[in-house]
């Protein structure tokens, strides 16, 4: 729906869609792809590493993340990319513009795949990091990962933390309809503290809904899928496109009507 739209705007002949490709068939996929006319494409679970090995270049945020999500074609060559980095941060300029004027620490829930991305994002602005997670090991290979930046915490830390963070993040499944609630009394989070959740079913999750009730600013999940889209269709089809309140709506009009309880 996403590039869809933008494909139609902006007039641009193509298609987007989706590929159900086993692991076994990836060698095949991708030593067919110029001649079967893709100029590039996201790559999801379980193939963000996997894809690895057929491509000849694989950028700096994708090697940092140690995921690709995207792939593009320069001169003929595969290249993947990692896009998540840059949409977190794009989308917090865009719903909390000068979120980074003072912020120098952000407390950052979780330690998956997402918040890999997460962090990266905010190293590239300058902040300090304290990944909160329940299994502390996983926080700790993050921190070892990252460097001296980044401070590992299990989850009963957390609450703690809240008065010295600039900037809350969940990058759990946690608040996710079907999924248990983030039980997080943030009532000692700094009160200009600007809260993030990257989960966007509901599109306001209970953690969002809390933080404006006292008055934080929020930022929510759907903005960040929007915002990774952009540098792939820049690659795709040379054209940056636009996160605009019309493609907003058109999505969150989609989820409200797919998803019950969003
Ligand atoms: P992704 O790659 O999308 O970030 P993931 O790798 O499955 O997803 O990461 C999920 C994150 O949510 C992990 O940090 C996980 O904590 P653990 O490392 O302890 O597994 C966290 N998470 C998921 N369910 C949780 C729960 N019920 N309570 C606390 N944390 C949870």
């Known amino acids: 729906m996403l590039h869809g739209y933008w494909l139609r705007q902006l007039g641009i002949t193509g298609e987007y869609g989706m590929r159900d490709i086993a692991p076994d068939d990836l060698p095949a996929f991708f030593a067919g792809f110029g ?18 090995k057929h491509l000849a270049e694989i950028d700096a945020a994708a090697q940092a993340i140690g995921a690709v999500n995207t792939i593009w074609t320069d001169n003929g060559d595969l290249v993947g990319g990692n896009t998540d980095a840059a949409g977190f941060v794009d989308n917090l300029d865009d719903r909390a513009p000068g979120w980074n004027n003072e912020a120098g620490h952000a407390v950052v ?20 990091v304290s990944v909160v997670n329940r299994t502390l090991e996983s926080a700790e290979a993050l921190a070892r990962h990252f ?44 009160p200009a503290a600007v809260v993030y959740d990257i989960v966007y079913v509901p599109l306001e999750t209970d953690l969002l809904k809390r933080a404006r009730r006292r008055g ?12 990774q889209a ?33």
């Open 35 to 52: 001649a079967a006319g893709y100029v590039g494409c996201n790559v999801t679970v379980p193939h963000k590493l996997a894809v690895m």
């Open 109 to 128: 829930l979780g330690a998956g795949g997402a918040a890999r991305a997460a962090i990266h994002g905010l190293l590239g602005r300058g902040l300090r």
């Open 147 to 190: 460097g001296p930046s980044v401070r590992a915490h299990g989850m009963e830390q957390g609450a703690a933390l809240l008065g010295e963070a600039d900037l809350l993040v969940n990058t759990t499944s946690l608040g996710m309809v079907g999924k248990e609630a983030l039980n997080l009394d943030i009532t000692g989070l700094k």
């Open 216 to 227: 934080h600013r929020t930022v929510d999940g759907l903005g960040m899928l929007l915002h």
């Open 230 to 262: 952009v540098p792939g269709f820049q690659h795709w089809f040379g054209v940056r496109p636009a996160v605009s309140d019309e493609l907003r709506a058109l999505i969150e009009a989609d989820i409200r009507a797919t998803s019950p309880g969003a």
